[in-house]
């Protein structure tokens, strides 16, 4: 990957006290990230202020030198500048150079900024539209940024704090604000309960009936391929304006008694709510008449009507792996149960893969999942190793396209807003059936969703880690025992930004042969290859058993449950 694990730094006072570590000693140590939970500086506009110098120039004042990397900045430089770059150094540094911000990426990735690897190795950055942070300086900003506690455009004297609005966060985060039955959403595993419609005192629930207004609390619910709530808890004073470390990293097991944000939705409304004053109730209200004007815009209406996105410009074809494997080409039977060969092996999401039929080698090609990253690239680029005619050197799931007809279908997963093999194969098997030439129904996520596509009625159990809603206990246990979920338990997608070696393998101890040289397994050998990786071994070992331990207390994963594959090391001396 791309990412190198730097530690980002802030410049704000830290608060974290004896007791909170206490509570939650710490598994992550000395070359792992982990969020500092740090209150940012109250500026009215600019946080920053007493760290960071800021000024603004352009393509003329800030050039790139002759030799070397960089930019120099010549601010005597006899010009009209267009002042369309805004450039920063930290204060009292041994480094007096400035560095251009560039506009924080749009995504809804949670964890620490990393500096790009190219850049933190002294090179200039190979990678165009790099998500990764150039400098200090920017991921100071965007962490700021993020939070919204930054207005970058109210530095020169701009407006002031656009976006400390609810109308302008939910413009950025979509979705809407709504109150539901806060005890149901406690409850483990999670429950999804309204407000009764026939009698307004109780939550929907059948079973529990909770007094709805004593009950209540404030989520915002985003809708996608996915379902995603977030609970808002009312801002109080001694609140930190940070991300919890823990729930990013592993689910904090304080829950509403941790006075840190537990999302990125929630630390803004705290934001707001600091500034302002707006009640919960508010909130709600200003949701509701965002979405009632947002449906009735021109702009939405085209978004809505405008979703015709075409097939691919290649044949696409789910086959049995199985069969693959040997060099046959066959598909499933008419009751798509079994593969057509005499075999008949098990047509399952597990046993077929895709494949395409290249144009130029008149050959079918098969193609991996789409790459499970925090942001997908504006544009998918072809590994190196693979265009040199190499194979991949790459450890784990490489992220750049292994053929054409790869890069290609993930293009088109892109924008379609499909990140699922499984969820194009059921959009390709919809489309089939139907005969309709566009695929209208799958975007999901370029949708704008009315105030009544919330209004769901009561989910007797929903997966938080996986954003699915299941309505009856036998749904919920094929659920949360599917190797997809389980997946889910331990994995998060800042992991491979984060881990520089191999995945544990559960042996915690060094290789005699690696380090006398004469260990030829490589890759496959189940012992650490040095310090550094048993070191790392150990931490992310500490951090697989957080997660699992959170996932059963939410009761995301059976009881009796302890087949886990490549994980199951974790529970040998848990049980």
Same mark, same amino acid.
């Given at each position: 990957?791309?990412?190198?694990?730097?530690?980002?730094?802030?410049?704000?006072?830290?608060?974290?006290?004896?007791?909170?570590?206490?509570?939650?000693?710490?598994?992550?140590?000395?070359?792992?990230?982990?969020?500092?939970?740090?209150?940012?500086?109250?500026?009215?506009?600019?946080?920053?202020?007493?760290?960071?110098?800021?000024?603004?120039?352009?393509?003329?004042?800030?050039?790139?030198?002759?030799? @070397?990397?960089?930019?120099?900045?010549?601010?005597?430089?006899?010009?009209?500048?267009?002042?369309?770059?805004?450039?920063?150094?930290?204060?009292?540094?041994?480094?007096?150079?400035?560095?251009?911000?560039?506009?924080?990426?749009?995504?809804?990735?949670?964890?620490?900024?990393?500096?790009?690897?190219?850049?933190?190795?002294?090179?200039?950055?190979?990678?165009?539209?790099?998500?990764?942070?150039?400098?200090?300086?920017?991921?100071?900003?965007?962490?700021?940024?993020?939070?919204?506690?930054?207005?970058?455009?109210?530095?020169?004297?701009?407006?002031?704090?656009?976006?400390?609005?609810?109308?302008?966060?939910?413009?950025?985060?979509?979705?809407?604000?709504?109150?539901?039955?806060?005890?149901?959403?406690?409850?483990?595993?999670?429950?999804?309960?309204?407000?009764?419609?026939?009698?307004?005192?109780?939550?929907?629930?059948?079973?529990?009936?909770?007094?709805?207004?004593?009950?209540?609390?404030?989520?915002?619910?985003?809708? @996608?391929?996915?379902?995603?709530?977030?609970?808002?808890?009312?801002?109080?004073?001694?609140?930190?304006?940070?991300?919890?470390?823990?729930?990013?990293?592993?689910?904090?097991?304080?829950?509403?008694?941790?006075?840190?944000?537990?999302?990125?939705?929630?630390?803004?409304?705290?934001?707001?709510?600091?500034?302002?004053?707006?009640?919960?109730?508010?909130?709600?209200?200003?949701?509701?008449?965002?979405?009632?004007?947002?449906?009735?815009?021109?702009?939405?209406?085209?978004?809505?009507?405008?979703?015709?996105?075409?097939?691919?410009?290649?044949?696409?074809?789910?086959?049995?792996?199985?069969?693959?494997?040997?060099?046959?080409?066959?598909? +499933?039977?008419?009751?798509?149960?079994?593969?057509?060969?005499?075999?008949?092996?098990?047509?399952?999401?597990?046993?077929?893969?895709?494949?395409?039929?290249?144009?130029?080698?008149?050959?079918?090609?098969?193609?991996?999942?789409?790459?499970?990253?925090?942001?997908?690239?504006?544009?998918?680029?072809?590994?190196?190793?693979?265009?040199?005619?190499?194979?991949?050197?790459?450890?784990?799931?490489?992220?750049?396209?292994?053929?054409?007809?790869?890069?290609?279908?993930?293009?088109?997963?892109?924008?379609?807003?499909?990140?699922?093999?499984?969820?194009?194969?059921?959009?390709?098997?919809?489309?089939?059936?139907?005969?309709?030439?566009?695929?209208?129904?799958?975007?999901?996520?370029?949708?704008?969703?009315?105030?009544?596509?919330? +209004?769901?009625?009561?989910?007797?159990?929903?997966?938080?880690?996986?954003?699915?809603?299941?309505?009856?206990?036998?749904?919920?246990?094929?659920?949360?025992?599917?190797?997809?979920?389980?997946?889910?338990?331990?994995?998060?997608?800042?992991?491979?930004?984060?881990?520089?070696?191999?995945?544990?393998? @559960?042996?915690?101890?060094?290789?005699?042969?690696?380090?006398?040289?004469?260990?030829?397994?490589?890759?496959?050998?189940?012992?650490?290859?040095?310090?550094?990786?048993?070191?790392?071994?150990?931490?992310?070992?500490?951090?697989?058993?957080?997660?699992?331990?959170?996932?059963?207390?939410?009761?995301?994963?059976?009881?009796?449950?302890?087949?886990?594959?490549?994980?199951?090391?974790?529970?040998?001396?848990?049980?």
């Amino acid at each position: 990957g791309k990412g190198t694990a730097f530690l980002f730094r802030t410049n704000s006072p830290d608060i974290s006290n004896a007791n909170l570590k206490a509570s939650f000693p710490d598994p992550l140590i000395n070359g792992v990230p982990s969020f500092s939970h740090s209150i940012p500086i109250t500026k009215d506009i600019n946080p920053l202020e007493d760290t960071h110098d800021f000024r603004q120039a352009c393509q003329m004042c800030f050039t790139k030198p002759v030799l @070397g990397i960089g930019h120099i900045f010549t601010p005597g430089l006899n010009h009209k500048c267009k002042k369309d770059i805004i450039i920063c150094r930290i204060k009292n540094s041994t480094d007096v150079s400035w560095k251009k911000i560039r506009p924080r990426p749009k995504n809804q990735y949670l964890g620490p900024f990393f500096l790009c690897k190219d850049i933190s190795q002294g090179n200039e950055c190979s990678y165009p539209n790099c998500t990764f942070a150039y400098s200090q300086e920017e991921i100071d900003v965007w962490t700021q940024e993020r939070m919204g506690t930054f207005c970058r455009e109210a530095l020169f004297g701009g407006k002031v704090k656009t976006s400390l609005t609810i109308p302008h966060l939910l413009q950025e985060y979509q979705g809407t604000f709504v109150f539901i039955c806060g005890k149901c959403f406690d409850h483990k595993p999670r429950i999804i309960s309204k407000e009764n419609k026939d009698n307004g005192f109780f939550c929907s629930h059948p079973g529990f009936k909770h007094v709805f207004q004593e009950a209540k609390c404030l989520v915002h619910i985003k809708l @996608g391929l996915t379902v995603k709530y977030s609970k808002i808890r009312p801002y109080e004073a001694n609140f930190a304006l940070d991300l919890c470390r823990h729930e990013v990293r592993y689910g904090c097991l304080r829950e509403d008694g941790c006075f840190y944000a537990h999302s990125l939705v929630e630390l803004r409304v705290w934001v707001i709510q600091k500034e302002t004053g707006i009640s919960l109730d508010a909130i709600v209200q200003e949701s509701v008449k965002c979405s009632a004007v947002e449906t009735c815009t021109p702009e939405s209406q085209a978004l809505n009507s405008s979703n015709n996105i075409g097939s691919p410009n290649a044949k696409i074809k789910f086959v049995c792996g199985q069969c693959w494997r040997n060099g046959q080409v066959i598909e +499933a039977d008419k009751n798509k149960k079994y593969c057509s060969a005499k075999a008949r092996h098990q047509w399952s999401k597990d046993h077929r893969i895709v494949l395409v039929m290249s144009n130029e080698r008149k050959k079918w090609i098969s193609i991996r999942p789409y790459p499970a990253k925090k942001q997908a690239p504006l544009q998918f680029e072809m590994c190196n190793h693979i265009a040199s005619g190499k194979k991949c050197q790459y450890i784990g799931n490489c992220s750049f396209a292994h053929s054409p007809e790869e890069k290609e279908i993930w293009t088109y997963m892109k924008e379609i807003g499909v990140q699922d093999m499984e969820q194009l194969y059921e959009m390709l098997m919809k489309k089939e059936t139907s005969g309709k030439g566009d695929v209208a129904s799958a975007q999901v996520n370029k949708q704008i969703h009315l105030p009544t596509d919330y +209004a769901e009625t009561t989910v007797d159990f929903h997966c938080w880690l996986c954003g699915k809603n299941c309505n009856s206990e036998r749904q919920w246990k094929m659920h949360i025992s599917s190797d997809k979920h389980k997946e889910k338990v331990f994995n998060c997608e800042e992991d491979q930004h984060i881990w520089q070696h191999r995945f544990p393998t @559960g042996k915690f101890i060094i290789c005699e042969r690696y380090v006398s040289g004469k260990c030829t397994e490589g890759e496959e050998c189940n012992f650490a290859h040095g310090n550094a990786e048993l070191k790392e071994w150990l931490e992310r070992t500490q951090v697989l058993r957080q997660k699992l331990s959170k996932a059963r207390k939410d009761k995301l994963i059976s009881p009796d449950d302890n087949d886990f594959g490549k994980y199951s090391f974790l529970i040998n001396d848990l049980n």
